[in-house]
Each structure stands twice: as structure tokens, then as C-alpha cells.
């Protein structure tokens, strides 16, 4: 878990535990107040791992075919 996603966990726990207001957790993590209550929807079903990014080490979606890339770099290095 990254350290952003950590922080996000802290801050969701202490608004769970009513120790932190919605308006302050926004501001904390620099989200709308709307982000904030979708975010501690999730983190309250399925806790603290629904923070996490679903993705990592996935390659991207918009990444470019290895076959194009090569014939790109070919050419830059021709000219």
C-alpha cells in the first residue's frame, strides 16, 4: 500500500470514529466532500484493502503495441 493510500486509511478511520468531520477529511486529502463519503462507503464494507489501487503492476490500457513502438523508434533513429 502506498503511503497516499495510508494516509487515506487514517484519515477515513478517524472520520468512521467520528473523531474527524467530512469538510476537514476533504480538506486533509484535498477530495470533495463527495469523493470523501463514496471512499468511507467503501472502506466501511470491506475495510481498509478497498482503499487500495485495484491495479497495480497491470499494464495500462492505453499503452502503445510493442510492434508500433519499435517501428517509431526505428524511424527517429534513421533520421
Not at 467520528?18 to 477530495?31: K, R, V
Not at 467503501?42 to 495500462?60: E, L
Request: positive net charge; aromatic residues 4%.
Amino acid at each position: 500500500m502506498s503511503e497516499r493510500e495510508r494516509n487515506r486509511v487514517e484519515v477515513l478511520a478517524q472520520v468512521d470514529d467520528g473523531q474527524l468531520t467530512i469538510d476537514n477529511a476533504a480538506n486533509l486529502l484535498d477530495l470533495t466532500r463527495r469523493q470523501i463519503f463514496r471512499l468511507l462507503k467503501r472502506y466501511r464494507q470491506d475495510g481498509a484493502s478497498s482503499i487500495r489501487h485495484k491495479a497495480p503492476g497491470k499494464p495500462p490500457n492505453n499503452r502503445i503495441h510493442k510492434a508500433k513502438r519499435d517501428y517509431t523508434l526505428s524511424l527517429i533513429k534513421e533520421n
